[in-house]
């Protein structure tokens, strides 16, 4: 079956007992048993829900993955996957670029059991292969990263990491399933925040992570239970909702993010775009080979500073200024004073996160009044002429 049929039919059957065509959400923490230790597969839901797991089924089918397991956010999901995986000695190739959040769980709290995170630039997968030490446990790649929507070659990088026995972890939240899938390209896990575009309506928080084999099914399978940072029934019913749309909101959240990308880059108030659908963009060629399209991401420097960058986030009347993103509607962001606030300041300037960059994630409302919206916010930057310089 195809990703948009998957999307709705894997193991999402109608009811046998009530025909429902919905599966139910099974709101309970426990289940009864006919004798102690016999039961239907569930005992308590911690350890397993019957809602939750089919989220987990869909979530395994899409990504092409043999397991998944769900969790309360995707930085539950990070977390229970370093527990599982590293003891201390350890060491952890991480992108440069990555979300706040897994930086400042690498840093500040995985480094204090012993594992060192080393954060190196992944664009260029001989940065990987000069990185490698005899400890190195995982390679773990965010692509496109956030918010400067580099890309890492992920086939490549699993080349470098296999013939070391090392193994690799790609978060594919931006892309989604429905444009990248990691595992084809040799990944062993997959990590998700379900919050954005598999849920897609900015009403959950969840997380995901698919594992491509068994090798790493036990394992995950005792951390899950034994950390308990579980997604509760009604949050993944939820999460199984929205995911039914997936295909059909990215189709338009690509179109319409190309169409603004295009826009922004010839607007004489923006100093610069990135987006990998755009051939501008260094890695277009790799985006064009590892991606099904160019995503519903921007990022963009607009002409001055923090002022003109406030001063945009303060006009715009149809996207709403906020952190997060994959949701229908659209949202702008800082990521400078907002989503990568807890960066250092020297490593937020070393990556390019500035004072003027601002970050879309393009909803699906009609791409003409996403295009107003920007344009009547950027008439407020004024832009020098000739004659003034
Ligand atoms: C790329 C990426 N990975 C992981 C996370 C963490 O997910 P959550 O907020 O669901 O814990 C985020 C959150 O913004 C993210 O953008």
């Known amino acids: 079956m195809q990703f948009k049929t998957l999307a709705i039919h894997s193991h999402q059957q109608p ?14 923490s426990t ?20 809602t939750v797991d089919t989220l987990a089924g869909v979530l395994a089918d899409l990504e092409g993955g043999k397991h998944a397991y769900c969790f309360s956010s995707g930085v539950g999901a990070l977390v229970t996957m370093c527990n599982a995986l590293f003891a201390p000695g350890d060491h ?14 690498t840093t500040k709290v995985l480094s204090k059991y012993g594992v060192e995170p080393e954060f190196i630039d992944m ?11 005899p400890n190195t446990k995982m390679v773990y790649m965010e692509t496109p990263t956030n918010p400067l929507l580099k890309l890492v070659d992920i086939k490549a990088i699993v080349k470098i990491a296999q013939a070391k026995g090392i193994t690799t972890c790609v978060d594919n939240t931006f892309a989604s399933p429905y444009l ?31 594992l491509k084999d068994d090798t790493f099914n036990d394992v995950m399978r005792f951390h899950r239970n034994t950390i308990g940072a579980n997604p509760d029934p009604f949050n993944s019913w939820l999460t199984l909702r929205g995911l039914k749309t997936l295909g059909l909101r990215m189709d338009a959240h690509c179109a319409s993010a190309l169409s603004l990308a295009q826009f922004l880059e010839t607007h ?19 985006a064009q080979k590892q991606m099904r399209a160019g995503g519903g991401m921007i990022a963009l420097r607009v002409k ?23 949701g229908v509607e659209s949202l702008i962001e800082h990521p400078a004073l907002m989503t990568h606030l807890s960066v250092d300041p020297q490593v937020k300037a070393a990556l390019g996160i500035t004072d003027n960059l601002l970050r879309l994630s393009v909803g699906i409302e009609d791409v003409a009044d996403l295009k107003a919206d920007l344009a009547q916010a950027l008439k407020l930057i004024t832009i020098p002429t000739t004659a003034s310089v």
């Open 15 to 28: 009811d046998p007992v009530t025909g429902a065509v919905i599966n139910p959400i099974y709101q309970t």
């Open 123 to 133: 664009t260029n997968p001989e940065n990987v292969a000069r990185a490698i030490r």
């Open 180 to 210: 990248q899938n990691p595992i084809a390209l040799g990944v062993d896990i997959v990590l998700h925040s379900t919050t954005k575009y598999i849920g897609g309506h900015s009403d959950v928080i969840g997380g995901a992570l698919v």
């Open 92 to 105: 952890l190739l991480i992108g440069d670029d990555v979300y706040g959040g897994t930086f400042r769980y």
């Open 304 to 326: 001055g500073g923090e002022a003109e960058a406030r001063a945009v986030l303060k006009a715009v009347k149809v996207f709403t200024l906020a952190e997060s993103l994959g």
């Open 31 to 50: 289940f009864a048993q006919e004798d102690a230790g016999v039961h239907k597969g569930w005992d308590y839901s911690r350890c397993g829900n019957p």
């Open 268 to 286: 004489p108030a923006v100093e610069s775009v990135f987006y990998p659908g755009l051939p501008s963009h260094p890695q277009h060629a790799l």
